[in-house]
């Protein structure tokens, strides 16, 4: 059990800053392009600020792509005119990616090389009570 001794006690520790993770891409096979796109990690906060800023419009997974897609950048003014998407930039993302599988697994792996854990960070203690 937690206690307030040992929070004392590992004060130093729980309060020292996360150390930044080193920036980490990955090459993904998209299959319905038959071609290839490169990834980069971020850190939680903006993984967890996609998923509150998530809506209607937008989705966190079309958030998160938008930004951590670097090659192709989806970000190019170029692309956007062509994809008809400067006044929505991350309506490019379900247009070039089309199914929402595809989406869902870009972004899974941009979360998975970014080193996140989307759990809560608790855990459940169960007792066995015997009557």
Do not use: W
């Not at 800053?17 to 080193?22: D, G, L, T, Y």
């Amino acid at each position: 059990m937690l206690t307030i001794e040992k929070l004392i006690k590992d004060k130093k520790d729980i309060l020292k800053p996360a150390e930044k993770q080193k920036e980490v891409k990955e090459k993904l096979h998209i299959k319905s392009l038959d071609d290839d796109i490169e990834i980069v990690s971020t850190d939680e906060d903006f993984v967890r600020e996609c998923i509150d800023r998530a809506d209607d419009k937008v989705s966190a997974e079309e958030r998160l792509i938008y930004y951590c897609v670097s090659n192709p950048s989806l970000k190019s003014e170029e692309l956007l005119k062509a994809y008809d998407c400067s006044d929505d930039p991350f309506g490019i993302v379900k247009k070039v990616f089309k199914k929402k599988e595809t989406i869902r697994a870009i972004a899974n792996e941009i979360i998975n090389i970014s080193g996140v854990d989307l759990s809560s960070g608790v855990t459940r203690v169960l007792d066995n009570i015997k009557n």
